[in-house]
């Protein structure tokens, strides 16, 4: 047992006691155990099988709660600037190096030389970082920058700061900063890693240009380090500069290479990240199964490595866009709701433009229908800030949530002011122009939202598909609807999703009742009730049944047709929806014109 002082810090073993510039600071029991191993072997490197034995003797557990316990280690080493103390080394465990100064310790020409004393701005700064109080943080550093205390990492973590308060164009001058000052202290490696930053924010931002400045600049500063993290990071940049870029194949191929790095280097976040957008990149080019299962393990991998905010809302964020687009409602809702929960409990109070969005369309989709506008109007506000790009997806939810409300003028103003963003609106305003009796007009609208490589297109295709073929028999185009049904019928685990599969039987229902086989047209009108049903979206069960009981009215089953139209008003009733309770009105005359000629007849 001993004292250990390192840099502003003093470990006692015999009092369990852990000070920073003589104020004692909170440490769990496992990482303080873990710290004072490391100082005690401070001439060597520990191997994970001694450190899993030496801290849970006789305990079998895996790796990850290592992972864990270092990476909360190195958060309270960051609140005295000597997070690069301790090493990890893949494929082979930790040690703390103490003997050179590390480069949280070195001080470039732009970052001051005054000591940090107890009580200054840049230990307050520190300290609410690891405590995840972004708004105090940001506050301390910019005291801490006044008074000439900070050094280059701690622009780092200004920066990060900003960002989980939702102000990423206010880090980027800070980011820049530190690209320079690692530049000039020779840490040119080091510069890589603001720099990868700054190409995410301005990519987030719409700025592909200024992006891939950024980008080229990391790789001049990484050059030939091949083996390092920053390039496993550059990889995983590269793979979302080229998915902006609609080059899906080569954006698989970067993130790949991202996973590769990350998992020879034992590094949970640049494992994750190439994963998810691994993940990401299969989906859109028809390896369902596959992308969802790179996707829910890169996310199970990063959140339990204790991952910063915003990396941990990358990987959950990324899931939720591929779930939207698929229409894969019940996967979405559960991870939104772990999102929203994971973001409180990380200091992130005001949820992110892009959570905001991803929660509107699934409360649109279960037919919360106010709450979902009101949330989607929050999201476009906040997404203005934090990811500007999304702004014109955030308007086709709106224009979605305004059709099934039957508020046509709304829905058709939101899916135009969608497009005139960059974003295409189907299959939402094919649906409204059918509404409207434009038919032709939404069929060749799906046509051509069928064109191209975008990852919103490829990932969507599914959806348009299935309300494509549902038009081309509306428009008594025959053999267009069977030749699309067809290519997602033949691929069932290409578009393994409930809602594709209720959109499909609506389209053979359609087609069946052109061909007057009324008996199957029924049949696929209860199976895709059924399926509407396993996503949880009473809307379109609603439609489904009206549609249903029209038919059952055609072949003169008035019992049957009641009572499918008293559930679906029942429904209409339930989420507020003027145009449900349209569809509803005319049926019931339907079904009283039907009965009107049944007692004529008798």
């Not at 191997?47 to 316990?69: F, I, M, Y």
């Not at 082979?92 to 001080?107: T, V």
């Not at 939702?166 to 510069?191: D, H």
């Not at 086989?517 to 379109?540: D, H, T």
Request: charged share 25%.
């Amino acid at each position: 047992m001993g004292i250990y002082s390192f840099g502003d810090f003093e470990l006692n073993e015999d009092s369990r006691a852990l000070r920073l510039a003589g104020s004692e600071i909170e440490a769990q029991p496992l990482v303080f155990d873990f710290l004072a191993i490391l100082l005690r072997h401070q001439d060597r490197a520990m191997s994970k099988d001694e450190l899993l034995e030496t801290l849970w003797p006789g305990v079998t557990v895996t790796e990850a709660s290592l992972q864990r316990v270092a990476s909360l280690a190195r958060g309270i080493l960051r609140q005295g600037g000597m997070e690069a103390a301790l090493r990890n080394l893949p494929r082979f465990g930790y040690r703390i190096c103490l003997d050179q100064p590390s480069i949280s310790e070195r001080r470039p020409a732009d970052a001051g030389g005054k000591p940090s004393s107890l009580g200054s701005s840049i230990l307050s700064a520190r300290a609410a970082v690891a405590g995840r109080k972004w708004h105090e943080a940001a506050a301390s550093f910019a005291k801490a920058d006044a008074a000439d205390e900070l050094l280059t990492p701690d622009l780092e973590e200004w920066g990060l700061a900003l960002e989980c308060m939702g102000r990423p164009a206010e880090a980027i001058p800070l980011l820049a900063r530190a690209v320079t000052a690692y530049g000039v202290a020779g840490e040119r490696l080091r510069a890589a890693s603001p720099a990868i930053t700054l190409a995410r924010i301005h990519l987030e931002r719409g700025e592909l240009a200024v992006a891939k400045g950024w980008h080229k600049r990391a790789a001049q500063l990484i050059d030939t380090a091949s083996d390092s993290r920053e390039h496993g990071l550059w990889c995983w940049m590269g793979a979302r500069i080229m998915g902006a870029e609609a080059e899906p194949e080569q954006a698989l191929a970067l993130a790949e290479q991202a996973f590769a790095v990350g998992r020879h280097l034992d590094d949970p976040v640049v494992e994750s990240l190439g994963l998810i957008y691994r993940g990401f990149f299969k989906l859109c080019l028809g390896e369902t199964k596959a992308g969802q299962e790179d996707q829910d393990l890169a996310a199970a991998l990063g959140l339990s490595s204790d991952v910063d905010p915003i990396v941990g809302g990358i990987l959950y964020c990324n899931i939720l866009w591929a779930c939207r687009n698929f229409g894969d409602w019940s996967r979405a809702n559960q991870w939104t709701l772990g999102y929203e929960d994971w973001c409180r409990g990380h200091g992130l109070e005001d949820l992110s433009g892009s959570c905001r969005l991803h929660r509107a369309e699934v409360l649109g989709v279960h037919g919360t229908l106010k709450e979902a506008e009101a949330l989607v109007r929050a999201a476009l506000d906040q997404l203005a800030l934090d990811a500007p790009w999304a702004t014109g997806d955030a308007l086709r939810v709106l224009g979605d949530i305004h059709l099934a409300a039957g508020e046509f003028t709304e829905a058709e103003t939101a899916y135009r002011a969608s497009h005139a963003a960059g974003w295409d609106p189907q299959p939402g305003l094919a649906l409204l122009q059918l509404e409207q009796g434009q038919a032709e007009a939404a069929f060749s609208a799906l046509e051509r939202s069928l064109v191209g490589n975008g990852w919103p297109t490829l990932q969507r295709r599914g959806m348009v598909l299935a309300t494509l073929a549902k038009v081309a028999a509306c428009t008594n185009r025959r053999e267009r609807a069977k030749e699309v049904i067809a290519e997602l019928e033949t691929q069932p685990q290409r578009w393994p999703m409930a809602s594709v599969q209720a959109l499909t039987a609506e389209a053979k229902a359609e087609l069946f009742m052109l061909e007057e086989r009324f008996a199957e047209a029924a049949r696929e009108l209860q199976i895709a009730c059924s399926r509407w049903n396993e996503v949880g979206s009473p809307i379109n069960v609603a439609d489904a049944r009206l549609s249903l009981a029209a038919l059952l009215i055609k072949i003169g089953d008035r019992s049957g047709a009641e009572l499918e139209l008293g559930t679906a008003l029942a429904a209409a009733k339930k989420v507020d929806s003027s145009r449900l309770m349209r569809r509803c009105e005319k049926l019931k005359d339907l079904i009283a014109g039907a009965q009107a000629l049944t007692v004529g007849g008798e």
